[in-house]
């Protein structure tokens, strides 16, 4: 059984519509995480949710809107979408265990391409 | 100043030598950090994670750590063709939110 599911896994569009891509985990984690990784593979996280509510939001347009309907799924909505927005999302989750920060697992990826 | 910084590489070692992999980052206030590995068109995937300063060895890695100079590396033994990857530092601080470095791409020659 796959841990993080991610879906699509491609996703080409137009510059200037709206994608959602989904995420779910199976591992009961509490934490959700979405990354950005670019062209030259730098990976930077967007956005955190733990137990439905929002943790970190990092500096990123407002198009990009996170929501986890509970805490096994974080769903990423981007809305007008730009061509710099074509990047890899990564979605990943990790159960907290106290001060130290605990392993993040990663889904396969969404590859975002914005034509 | 990029906050965890890594050499690009690639790294070029031959099958069966030992590949070091370096890491230093800026927070002081770090407390965890992780190695991860990832291949080309596939997610991250963790290899070692390390708290304390020291080493910690699972099998043929060895994550180092010094955070008196804010170092950390990941020593593969027996290097192997399929450990040619791009290995990722990742350091994080009291937020749980991981900083990644850009990567250093190792190249294992058979």
């Known amino acids: 059984d796959t841990a993080v599911s991610q879906t699509p896994k491609y996703l080409v569009t137009q510059m200037g519509n709206d994608k959602s891509i989904k995420c779910e985990q199976n591992?009961?984690?509490?934490?959700m995480y979405w990354y950005k990784q670019d062209s030259k593979k730098f990976l930077k996280i967007m956005f955190s949710y733990n137990n439905k509510e929002l943790i970190i939001n990092e500096t990123v347009p407002n198009r990009f809107s996170p929501k986890s309907p509970d805490k096994a799924h974080l769903n990423l909505h981007i809305n007008s979408l730009e061509l710099g927005d074509s990047a890899v999302y990564f979605c990943?989750?990790?159960?907290?265990?106290?001060?130290?920060?605990?392993?993040?697992?990663f889904g396969p990826g969404t590859r975002l391409t914005v034509l | 100043q990029k906050e965890v910084e890594q050499n690009s590489g690639p790294l070029s070692v031959p099958e069966g030598a030992i590949a070091s992999l370096n890491c230093t980052y800026s927070d002081r206030g770090s407390q965890s950090f992780f190695w991860y590995r990832q291949y080309s068109g596939k997610s991250p995937e963790l290899i070692m994670s390390i708290y304390s300063n020291g080493d910690k060895e699972d099998g043929r890695f060895t994550a180092q750590l010094n955070k008196a100079s804010q170092y950390v590396s990941l020593l593969i033994r027996d290097s192997q063709p399929s450990d040619s990857a791009t290995y990722l530092c990742?350091?994080?601080?009291?937020?749980?939110?991981?900083?990644f470095g850009t990567g250093t791409l190792l190249a294992v020659q058979p």
């Open positions: 990943a989750s990790s159960q907290p265990q106290g001060p130290l920060t605990d392993t993040q697992y």
């Open positions: 990742a350091v994080s601080g009291a937020t749980n939110k991981l900083i």
């Open positions: 591992l009961g984690h509490d934490t």
